[in-house]
Every structure is written in C-alpha cells, then in structure tokens.
C-alpha cells in the first residue's frame, strides 16, 4: 500500500491543506484514501482538528467523500509541540506505540499521515530523540511530501529541510504552497525558478485557496 507522508518546514504552512489535495486527488482516479492525522495538538475531545479538515473539504462532492476515511491517532489539549502537549496532558507520546498504531490500521489502497509541525519536531523526550523523519521511515513511507509555504524566504526553508530529508534518506520532494493571498508574483516565480535548478524535486506547486495544484511533477501522483 503506497504511503505519503505529509510534513513541512513549519507548523500553519498547509499540511492539512495539501492533505486535502492529495487524497482529492487519489479519490478523483478512484481510489480508496484513508488520511490520518498521527499526533494533533491544541484540540480537545470533541472538538474537530485536521482529519475533519480535510473531510469537510471533500464534503461538496460524495463520491470523492466516500472514498476518503479519515482519523486522528494522538490529540493533546495544548498548542504546543506533541511531547510537551501530552506531557500537560498527564500522558506520554510513546513512538513505539505511535508507529504500532499506524501498522494496526486497516489496509487501503493509499495512505497519507499528516504530522503536526515540521518534519524535525521530537516524538520523544532526550538528547537525540525519535522525530518526523524517524517515523516516516518506520511506517515505511514511501513519499515524504515537504510543505514550503510559498512566500519570501522559503528557498531558505526549503533548502534546509531538503538537507535534512536527504540525509535521513527519505524519498521527499517540495510542494509550495501559497497561504496567503499577499505574496508577490515576482516572489513565487523566483522561488519556482530558484528551487527547479536544484538536485532536489518540487512535486507540486498550489495557489492561494485553490483545491488542486497548479502544477504537478510527482511522476508517482501522475
Ligand atoms: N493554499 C491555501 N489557500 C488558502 N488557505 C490556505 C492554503 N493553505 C493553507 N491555508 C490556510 O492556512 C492555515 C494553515 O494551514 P494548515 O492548517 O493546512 O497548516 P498545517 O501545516 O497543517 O498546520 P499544523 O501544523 O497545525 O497541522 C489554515 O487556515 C488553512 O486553511
Ligand atoms: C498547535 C500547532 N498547530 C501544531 N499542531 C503544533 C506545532 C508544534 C511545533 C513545534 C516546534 O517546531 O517548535
Ligand atoms: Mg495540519
């Protein structure tokens, strides 16, 4: 079962947003989708995070929802990075039990895992701890899908993150993603520009409030 992993330079950047692509996407070539949401913090019981994000998103068309399922496996009550998020919680993130959690699931034709924050953000307490990266490839991710908010200052955002996932070798590209409806065009035709000539793919490029990308390279996705 192919898996994405969808993870980014930052937290508020369009994890979710891209998400929602994603398995529109999939849903739209006639594929059974289930989206998950590993760890969220900043949502209480009850209250609806990601995974109802991207449902509600699908909602207008019932088909592509029916195709969709979507869950949460972790959610901490504080804004917060997910260690200390369950830590106020009175409960631990084990990433042992999180990965467990991602094998129990049932089998479906696509996978996608949304994380919460960027791809560097610790699992676990200590001095190296388990991250993003860590679990992507213990849930033997077979894409790891990089959000770059599309604005001044993500060739530097992207470069950076574009080291560290070559370096924990994940099979990752770029999508930029515009989250706000101010950002130059001189800017993203510069950053599209800027990032192609480098020895690192950008997969896909979305606009400001728009469902599908305006420009996809992800041979995979095709
Ligand atoms: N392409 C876009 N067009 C319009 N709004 C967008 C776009 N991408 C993201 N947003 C908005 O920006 C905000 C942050 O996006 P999103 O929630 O997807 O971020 P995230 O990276 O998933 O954050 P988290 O780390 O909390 O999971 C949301 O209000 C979302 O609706
Ligand atoms: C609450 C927020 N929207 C995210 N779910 C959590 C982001 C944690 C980021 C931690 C960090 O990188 O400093
Ligand atoms: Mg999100």
Not at 111 to 132: F, N, T, Y
């Amino acid at each position: 079962m192919p898996t994405i992993f969808v993870s980014a330079n930052d937290t508020c950047v369009g994890k979710t947003w891209v998400t929602a692509t994603l398995a529109r996407m999939l849903a739209s070539r006639g594929f059974e989708v289930q989206v998950i949401k590993a760890v969220e913090t900043g949502v209480s019981d009850g209250e609806s995070g990601d995974a109802a994000f991207v449902l509600k998103s699908l909602s207008n068309d019932e088909t592509l929802s029916g195709r969709v399922v979507c869950r949460t496996l972790m959610h901490f009550t504080e804004p917060l990075a997910p260690v200390e998020a369950a830590l106020r919680d009175g409960a631990e993130l084990c990433f042992d039990a999180l990965v467990d959690s991602v094998k129990a699931l049932p089998q479906v034709e696509w996978r996608i895992i949304e994380g919460a924050g960027g791809l560097g953000v610790p699992l676990e307490s200590g001095k190296a701890p388990r991250d993003w990266a860590d679990f992507a490839e213990a849930v033997a991710a077979d894409y790891a899908v990089l959000v770059i908010e599309d604005r001044l200052g993500a060739i530097h955002q992207a470069r950076m993150l574009a080291h560290y996932a070559t370096a924990r070798s994940l099979n990752a590209g770029w999508w930029l993603n515009q989250v706000s409806p101010d950002v130059p065009a001189s800017v993203r035709a510069t950053n599209e520009k800027t990032l192609r000539e480098l020895a690192f793919p950008l997969w896909g490029i979305q606009e400001f409030e728009k469902t599908l990308p305006s420009k996809v390279s992800a041979a995979w996705l095709s």
